[in-house]
């Protein structure tokens, strides 16, 4: 078949026909289809037509779905990952941080991230004045909903959680250890570093 061209299935009869370039609205991707029907020899018929067949942006062999075909969630335990997960996380990649800023939009940020699930804790050392530390005591004492996520072409870990801000030296120093031993480098001394504690509440991704 030549490029531009498509086999669709029309009723029991193959068909054949060119692809429009005709954008389409979010929720209906689709290709425009000029459709000839070959009933029942290599002669085309005189009947065509155009139509859009819609197509599934995200139904692959490595999204598996449920019966009816709603996509299963990728939901992992965090206090409980699979090795090849936890491994990801063990692995120097650059992360980001989601914090919710007063008026409720999102703020994010690029940061290192630690992950503890036999503790819980997804932990990030930054300085107590920045932007996200602010947000995330604005939230109040019950502290804010977080999220922390990282990308490798086509794996991806997300974990969210509730964050708090931890200003105790022990707590400081146990988070730059870690720090340490992921990224392979300790951060100079800085007195105004504090830790973004996430208890973790849920975790997700392709790893």
């Not at 139904?59 to 075909?69: D, I, Q, R």
């Not at 919710?100 to 804790?121: K, L």
Request: aromatic letters at 4%; hydrophobic letters at 35%; charged letters at 20%.
């Amino acid at each position: 078949m030549r490029r531009g061209q498509v086999r669709v299935p029309v009723g029991h009869r193959p068909a054949g026909g060119g692809v429009d370039r005709v954008p389409a609205l979010v929720g209906q991707l689709g290709v425009h289809v000029r459709i000839s029907s070959l009933p029942n020899g290599p002669v085309p018929s005189v009947m065509t037509r155009t139509t859009c067949i819609k197509l599934s942006l995200f139904h692959s062999g490595c999204c598996p779905t449920e019966p009816g075909g709603r996509f299963r969630p990728m939901a992992i335990d965090p206090r409980n990952p699979g090795a090849s997960y936890l491994s990801f996380w063990r692995d120097h990649h650059m992360c980001t941080l989601t914090t919710p800023r007063p008026d409720g939009t999102p703020h994010v940020v690029a940061v290192g991230v630690t992950y503890d699930p036999e503790g819980g804790f997804a932990r990030v050392i930054t300085n107590k004045h920045s932007r996200k530390v602010a947000n995330v005591l604005a939230a109040g004492p019950d502290g804010a909903r977080v999220a922390v996520c990282q990308v490798d072409r086509g794996r991806w870990a997300t974990l969210e959680g509730i964050a708090t801000i931890r200003t105790e030296a022990e707590t400081v120093a146990d988070a730059v250890s870690r720090y340490a031993e992921r990224y392979g480098r300790t951060p100079a001394p800085n007195p105004d570093r504090v830790v973004i504690e996430i208890a973790l509440t849920r975790a997700m991704g392709r790893a």
